[in-house]
Structures are given as structure tokens and as C-alpha cells.
């Protein structure tokens, strides 16, 4: 496949990431239900994103190239009309068999997309490329590690596809088919393993600082047994314990990884930092996810009524939102852009009121301030708004650029 065809590709997903990001903070503030916001932020904003720029990383990482043009577009169309037409089911407009459908298309887009990464990596897997410079040799041990688990995501991303179609069809499942199962596999063991693996890759390169050998060692496992302990046991009990624990563990750990290359760079470029409140984000919502884990099992005092609203908010926004536009603004830099509103200073404005939307929205919810929570959903609108036109004809104007 050509570079160029490649990035075009890319970009497209990323645009569609972006239209996703306003829909879904649309819908939080004028109160759509939790199903469907979930479907709009995880099938629809996080996973665009992240399909785009795997098409892009995952072969570089092994010293390669996708070898297929054709899938990108095909999955371009089934990952967007899966999400839009599992939105409609989840809003109890459709009947049962607009999410059957729905999870088909899906299915099927994600088939193509694991597949065509698949067979482009089959022989540099098997040789141990990592891709690594001749100039970064200090950064190949991590990126031989990371590379171990680069695949695991996508097996994660595979079953919970698998159970989403099997709940509406005559398919075996794996699981009971119960939603909130479905979506902890691809949300922790697909995007948050993918952002954790490419992220102690990605990292350093943007600020020129190499990761902790020691504590990649421990996030990258604890992030890989955790969804799967955590998917099988959610509800209660001692699986639900360990999963927690395990998640807990790699947050923390990619947290202060994070930031000791933070704090030992003398780069600061607009993205670094809303990585950094991204990662802090992420630590908050774990704990409050170990904790309703340990409440499960130990009965310790109830937590108030918005707390798994709260830890929604806090990995879904906060965690995979931040990270997400913080390495988007990295890869492409807003300065880049020729058009008014095109800068450091309007990205960051985007950071801040995503961050301040997510500081309100929490608090208002575990307070149970309704007032404040609205509020906070309504400044988020407003940072997703700013980045979608920010992202949108930065892209745009990119594609331009390159068009013969």
C-alpha cells in the first residue's frame, strides 16, 4: 500500500474519530442514555482514532508497511456505519435486528482490519523486527518488549466483537453476552492496552527522554491480564478483585512512566501535556474502580449514587480522551494549519476545556449537583467542538496539500 494512500486513510478515520467526539458530547448534555454514549465514545470516537493510526504504526513498529489498500477503505465504511446503526439499537429506536446488524457490519470491518494488520507483520513478527532506528539503539529493548504485546490488543478487540455479534444471534458465546462485559474487552483490553503499548513506544520519540525498562516491564503484563479478569468477573467477587487490581497497577505504573519522561524533557510541545492530565485522569478512575471492586467483595460503606458515572467519565474522557487528543495534536501539530484559529494557543484552549468539562462533570456527578455535572458537559461540548474544527480542517487542508 503507498504512503500516501495509507495517510489518506488515516486521516479519514481520525476525521470521523472527530465527528463521533462532538456527537457523543452532544448527547451527554442533552442526555442520551449511558448505552448509547458509551457505543458513540467507545465504537465511535476512540476507536476510529485508534484504527487510524494503527493502519499507519502498527507495521512501522515492525519494520514494515500494511500490504493491502484495499481494506482501509472497506473498514473506513463498515466501522462507521457498525457504530451509527448500534448507536440507533442502543437508543431503543430500532428493533433487535438494527443491532444484529449493526454488529455484523462491525464484525466484519474488524475481521478485515486484524486480518490485513495480520498478515502485513506475519514474518517480521516471527524475525523480532521492532522497526528502531540505528540512532535510538537505547530505545530497542522497550520496543522489542512492547512489540510482545502489540498483538494481544487486537485479540481483545476480536472477542469482544465476537460476543457483541453473538448476544443478538444464534452464535455461542464466550460470555453471558451482557453488555458492560463487551465493552470493558475492547475498552480496556483494545484501546486502554493499545494506547499503554504504543504509548511507551510513542512517548519518548516525542520527548526525546527513554522509558523506565522496569516500569514498562509491569504495565505492559498487568495491562494485558487485567481486561479479562475484570470483563469475567464484573459485577462482584474475586475475579472482579483481581482484574481491578491488575488495571490498577498498570494505570499507575504508565502514569509514573509518563511522567518521568515528562519531567526529564526540555520539550514541551501543546500535546504533551493533555497526555499528562490524560494519564492522572486515568489513575482517578481506577481507583474508583478498585474501590467499587473491594466494595463488591468486602461491603464497605456505598458509594454515592454517581460514582460509576464518575469512573465512566474519568477513562472514557478523561484517560482515552486526553491521551487521544494529546497525541493527535503531536502528530499533527495545529501550527501546521493555514487557516484562522490554527494555533498552539487554540489547541490548548481545546485542552483546557476538556479538562475543565471533566473536572465538572465528575464532581457533579458523585455530589450528585446535577447543575454542576450539566455544566461540565457543556464546556466539554465546547472543547470536542474546537477540536473537531481544528482537527477536521487541519486534515482537510493536509490532504490538499498532497493531492497532485
Not at 455479534?165 to 464466550?174: K, Q, S, Y
Not at 522496569?214 to 467477587?237: D, Q, R
Not at 500535546?271 to 473491594?294: C, K, N, P, Q, R
Request: contains cysteine.
Amino acid at each position: 500500500m503507498t504512503g500516501a494512500s495509507r495517510s489518506r486513510w488515516s486521516r479519514r478515520f481520525i476525521i470521523a474519530s472527530a465527528v463521533f467526539f462532538v456527537c457523543w458530547r452532544l448527547g451527554a448534555t442533552v442526555g442520551i442514555t449511558h448505552r448509547v454514549e458509551v457505543i458513540l465514545a467507545l465504537f465511535g470516537f476512540v476507536s476510529h482514532v485508534v484504527f487510524g493510526m494503527a493502519y499507519l504504526l502498527v507495521p512501522s513498529y515492525f519494520g514494515t508497511t500494511l500490504s493491502t489498500d484495499t481494506i482501509p477503505p472497506v473498514h473506513f465504511v463498515a466501522a462507521t456505519l457498525g457504530t451509527v446503526l448500534l448507536a440507533f439499537s442502543a437508543g431503543s429506536v430500532g428493533p433487535t435486528f438494527v443491532e444484529t446488524l449493526g454488529a455484523l457490519v462491525w464484525g466484519s470491518g474488524v475481521a478485515a482490519f486484524v486480518a490485513a494488520l495480520s498478515w502485513s507483520v506475519r514474518n517480521e513478527v516471527r524475525r523480532g523486527e521492532t522497526g528502531t532506528s540505528s540512532h535510538r539503539e537505547s530505545y530497542e529493548w522497550v520496543d522489542k518488549y512492547a512489540n510482545r504485546y502489540l498483538i494481544i490488543p487486537f485479540a481483545y478487540l476480536a472477542v469482544g466483537s465476537y460476543e457483541l455479534l453473538a448476544r443478538t444471534t444464534i452464535l455461542p458465546g464466550l460470555t453471558d453476552g451482557y453488555f458492560p462485559r463487551i465493552t470493558h474487552l475492547i475498552a480496556a483490553g483494545f484501546a486502554v492496552l493499545l494506547v499503554f503499548t504504543l504509548g511507551v513506544r510513542l512517548s519518548p520519540r516525542f520527548l526525546g527522554v527513554p522509558v523506565s525498562k522496569k516500569l514498562a516491564a509491569v504495565v505492559l503484563p498487568a495491562g494485558a491480564v487485567g481486561p479479562v479478569f475484570v470483563a469475567a468477573g464484573l459485577g462482584g467477587g474475586p475475579l472482579f478483585v483481581a482484574g481491578a487490581v491488575s488495571e490498577a497497577i498498570a494505570f499507575v505504573g504508565f502514569a509514573a512512566l509518563y511522567l518521568s519522561v515528562f519531567s526529564r524533557s526540555d520539550r514541551r510541545r501543546v500535546g504533551t501535556e493533555s497526555v499528562l492530565a490524560g494519564v492522572i485522569a486515568g489513575v482517578v478512575g481506577v481507583a474508583i474502580g478498585l474501590t467499587m471492586a473491594l466494595w463488591s467483595v468486602l461491603e464497605i460503606p456505598a458509594l454515592p449514587p454517581g460514582t460509576l458515572a464518575a469512573h465512566r467519565q474519568l477513562n472514557l474522557l478523561g484517560f482515552l480522551g486526553l491521551v487521544i487528543v494529546g497525541f493527535t495534536f503531536l502528530f499533527y501539530p495545529p501550527s501546521a494549519g493555514r487557516f484562522r484559529g490554527a494555533s498552539e494557543r487554540t489547541a490548548q484552549l481545546i485542552i483546557a476545556a476538556l479538562l475543565a468539562g471533566l473536572v465538572l462533570s465528575v464532581l457533579g456527578r458523585i455530589a450528585g449537583m446535577s447543575l454542576v455535572s450539566a455544566l461540565g458537559d457543556g464546556v466539554a461540548l465546547l472543547g470536542s467542538l474546537g477540536y473537531g474544527y481544528l482537527l477536521v480542517r487541519l486534515l482537510i487542508e493536509i490532504g490538499a496539500r498532497r493531492t497532485p
